[in-house]
């Protein structure tokens, strides 16, 4: 069975239009979306193509932390692991740098490929923390 998923390029902050081509919960190729307001039916070769990596057996689909003894040690060998375990040493480690050396000791780096509702996210989350340290590709 074939499916059409409209959805947002990834690839730049225009919001080009795609329409996804998934068959059998995967996708196999991307269109313009037709009369979109933005690209009106046109790609870019990242927009037309870039979607390919999606398949890839080589890509990382769950979390992964070094450990040595069951505990997290950047000497040890990746191990697959939940995403809360992930999300409560994350917390941990803004925290404690944080109380240990200030809020400016933290940065944030974003990406021109998210939208401006998640960079817009991911910069109060940083300012709440009292850093101004947040910047993101585009502007390099």
């Not at 190729?29 to 037709?34: F, G, Q, V």
Request: charged share 30%; with cysteine; aromatic share 10%.
């Amino acid at each position: 069975m074939e499916e059409i998923v409209k959805t947002t390029c990834p690839y730049c902050g225009t919001g080009c239009g795609i329409d996804l081509i998934v068959r059998n919960g995967r996708i196999v190729d991307a269109k313009p979306s037709k009369d979109h307001h933005v690209n009106d039916g046109e790609l870019c070769l990242k927009g037309m193509f870039g979607w390919e990596f999606v398949n890839s057996p080589k890509r990382l689909s769950r979390p992964m932390m070094r450990k040595l003894n069951g505990v997290y040690d950047k000497r040890g060998e990746l191990e697959e692991v939940s995403f809360e375990e992930v999300y409560d040493f994350l917390a941990d480690k803004f925290k404690s740098t944080v109380a240990k050396y200030g809020p400016n000791s933290i940065m944030g780096f974003s990406s021109a490929r998210s939208n401006n509702e998640d960079n817009y996210v991911f910069q109060k989350f940083f300012r709440a923390q009292g850093s101004n340290n947040v910047d993101h590709c585009a502007r390099l």
